[in-house]
């Protein structure tokens, strides 16, 4: 069996990053994974522009983005395999590949899973009514416009906010589709305020939070949904229901990470990212398989993406000299205001970054880190949304002893 | 002297800025984390523009799109008549990011331009 020092699954921006970051620390055999034709996963579709100001400094379009680490791969010389879809890993990180040339298997010391994320569909929201056709992902619709110019309706209903819905109510408009409105259930838009501003505001696109679609009717195609108000708990309130005629309905309701492989790989995830469980070395519960990306927890920005990946090949790099990576012991606590933290555990050892997502909108809120009963770290900011990864360090000189932490925010 | 919030759409965090305006003239912003935001409100009080993404037809490629953005923003008015002139563009495989699709798109000043590698095939 082919022996390979790292592989890496899948060759989207948080793949592709990773495998240059490694190639950069030394590390010469790292072989990327991909089962599309063409390297840059998602980005492919996302034609629209705004990437990159954080990682490049420049606003990019998608292709341009991964453009730019497909050039620094190919100048570093990664190994890329396209067309080849991996079908399983092993806790002994045998990694089983389906390709052209019939199924492959090779032994890696470390494996980095990469997989990115897929869309909630409807079934996922059991949204009642009949199964027609011109129900799809907004992404789907986003492959079928901008990749096989396949138009994919003229009269459109979003549901949900999440940025890709917005992206999506913009293209449509622009292709020539009359986009009704978008009806989030939250009274909160899951989007970027700048996705509001220029993919809705811009285009008069109505967006109606607190509500929801309750019922999709239609024989052969969609002809109709109705819509409702929802309360605070989400639930419907009787009497609001409306119909709207449409052709199409667009379903812009959430991501989760693509953790199949993960699983098998006997990899724990953690219920609120439904990503797997890391330390501050990007390791997962497996030794020497670690995760980064959207696949470890779905981010708002690509450049987010690329910099997470970046930072796991250290701990990748040090799990390939030593064999092993110290134990972890410290726990990342949150409080009910905050959704989720990535890493849920640390050495205390070493400066870590945290992203975490808060619950709700707040103002200015304060964070505080506590280990023990002191404040370890603490900071304020004016305002804070589900819809926006917050990020901050913690120094290794910050932490106190080997108990665990615990991050907490209040207005 | 009037007062209207804005979001501004430079960058990812998503400002909000409220903003102090007479005749067009910016007296007072408050809200921009970055001297951008400033120049942005600036821009959407007397001639707001936006950048715009879309595809171009192409032969002989793998894919019968390929991807392509403007160089500048445009007037947000003018960004229906933009997209006639890319509707109607064809390009032919191999193009290269970065190559020129439509110069001076509407006499705008804008370029339209490629932003995927695409091979024949």
Known sequence: ?411 | MNSRVFTCILCPNGCEIEVCHEDGRVLETEGNKCKKGQQYVEQELTDPRRTIASSVRIKGSFLPLCSVRLTKPVPKQAIFSVMEEINKAELTAPVRIGEIVIRNVCGLESDVIVTKNMERS
Request: a negative charge; aromatic letters at 4%; proline letters at 4%.
């Open chain 1, 1 to 411: 069996m082919d022996v390979r020092d790292v592989v890496i699954v899948g060759g989207g921006p948080a793949g592709l990053a990773a495998a240059v970051a490694l190639k950069k620390l030394g590390i010469s055999d790292v072989l990327v994974i991909e089962r599309e034709k063409q390297l840059g996963g998602i980005l492919r579709q996302c034609i629209h522009d705004g990437f990159g100001l954080t990682r490049f400094g420049e606003t990019l379009s998608g292709p341009e983005y991964s453009q730019r680490f497909i050039d620094e791969a190919e100048a570093c010389q990664v190994d890329v395999a396209v067309n080849a879809t991996v079908i399983d890993i092993t806790p002994g990180k045998i990694v089983t590949i389906d390709t052209r040339d019939g199924l492959l298997q090779v032994k890696a010391k470390a494996v980095v899973l990469t997989m990115g994320c897929r869309e909630r569909t409807r079934g996922a929201l059991s949204i009642p009514g009949t199964r027609p056709a011109g129900v799809y992902n907004a992404g789907v619709a986003q492959s079928y416009i901008n990749l096989y110019n396949t138009m994919v309706g003229k009269n459109v209903v979003i549901m949900g906010s999440g940025d890709i819905g917005l992206i999506m109510a913009r293209r449509l408009t622009l292709e020539g589709a009359h986009v009704e409105g978008v009806f989030e259930i939250l009274p909160y838009p899951s989007g970027l305020p700048r996705n509001i501003e220029q993919c809705l505001n811009d285009y008069g696109i109505p967006l109606y939070l607190s509500h929801s679609v309750i019922e999709i009717r239609g024989e052969k195609r969609i002809q109709s949904v109705v819509v409702a108000q929802a309360d605070k708990n989400m639930q419907v309130i009787e009497g609001t229901e409306k119909e709207f005629p449409c052709d199409t309905l667009i379903l812009s309701v959430g991501l989760i990470p693509e953790n199949e492989l993960s699983l098998g790989a006997g990899v724990c995830l953690d219920e609120r990212t439904k990503g797997a469980v890391v330390d501050d070395s990007f390791q997962t519960s497996v030794p020497g398989i670690f995760a980064a990306g959207n696949v470890l927890h779905v981010h708002d920005l690509v450049d987010f993406v690329s910099l997470e990946a970046e930072a796991l090949a250290e701990g990748v790099h040090q799990y390939l000299r030593e064999g092993c990576l110290e134990e972890a012991g410290i726990r990342v606590k949150t409080d009910c205001h905050i959704g989720h933290v990535i890493p849920q555990k640390v050495s205390g050892n070493k400066e870590v970054q945290l992203s975490l997502r808060v619950r709700q909108p707040m103002k200015s809120c304060r964070f505080r880190i506590r280990q023990g009963g002191s404040i370890i770290r603490e900071f304020k900011v004016p305002k804070a949304i589900p819809a926006e990864m917050i990020q901050f360090r913690i120094k290794a000189e910050d932490f106190l002893s080997r108990e665990d932490i615990e991050v907490t925010v209040d207005e």
